[in-house]
Nanobody, 116 residues
Framework: QVQLVESGGGLVQAGGSPRLSCAAS????????TAWYRQAPGKQRELVAG???????NYADSVKGRFTISRDNAKNTMYLQMNSLKPEDTAVYYC??????????WGKGTLVTVSS
């Protein structure tokens, strides 16, 4: 069973650069395209950044140039390096698979609050 656990969130000042981590079970990252998603208060969950098994990445326009997704297969961990944070980046951040393979059961996520 695939398990994904997010960590690394917290209260950050605007302009800050936290890094989120997603610990995955087994070979999840090696054999699946995965992604970071976020859900801001009162808004729908949206895809922030994705990475395929071959390492290709894609980003939401709102974070392009500021966020970087990466993974370490040896550590079974995916990362989201967040730079130049803005108050509108405040959200609960989740990791999950991509596309048709998104797990129906989402983890608890990690809350990132950006203060201005």
């Amino acid at each position: 069973q695939v398990q994904l656990v997010e960590s690394g969130g917290g209260l950050v000042q605007a302009g800050g650069s936290p890094r989120l981590s997603c610990a995955a079970s087994g070979n999840t990252l090696r054999i699946n395209s995965t992604a970071w998603y976020r859900q801001a208060p009162g808004k729908q969950r949206e895809l922030v950044a994705g990475i395929t098994t071959s390492g290709s990445t894609n980003y939401a326009d709102s974070v392009k140039g500021r966020f970087t997704i990466s993974r370490d297969n040896a550590k079974n961990t995916m990362y989201l390096q967040m730079n130049s944070l803005k108050p509108e980046d405040t959200a609960v951040y989740y990791c999950n698979l991509q596309g048709n393979y998104v797990l129906k059961s989402w983890g608890k996520g990690t809350l990132v609050t950006v203060s201005s």
